[in-house]
């Protein structure tokens, strides 16, 4: 969101000129002007995640490397449709 605002100071139009996507999915996203498109993840299950991997590193049993976990596109109005046009000869 500061970043919009940023783009806003120096004359950018969001999503006009750029288009902008956040992660998370905070609250403010939504009612922010223009409302931020998003990334969402389960902060439950992140969090759940994360202390299992802490008691693991603490008791010397660290079996989970690299965790992936699912996320979601959370559609606003920071972004716009790309049109990719190509010329053929």
């Not at 288009?19 to 999915?25: A, I, L, Q, R, Y």
């Not at 010397?60 to 449709?81: A, G, I, Q, W």
Request: proline share 3%.
């Amino acid at each position: 969101m500061d970043f919009i605002q940023f783009l806003k100071s120096v004359g950018l139009s969001v999503p006009k000129d750029m288009s902008v996507v956040g992660f998370d999915n905070v609250r403010e996203s939504e009612k922010f002007v223009p409302a931020l498109t998003t990334i969402k993840q389960d902060s439950r299950q992140r969090a759940a995640l994360s202390v299992k991997m802490l008691n693991q590193l603490r008791n010397k049993d660290c079996r989970d490397k690299n965790l992936v976990l699912p996320v979601t596109l959370v559609e606003r109005d920071s972004v716009c449709d790309i049109k990719m046009h190509k010329e053929w000869d």
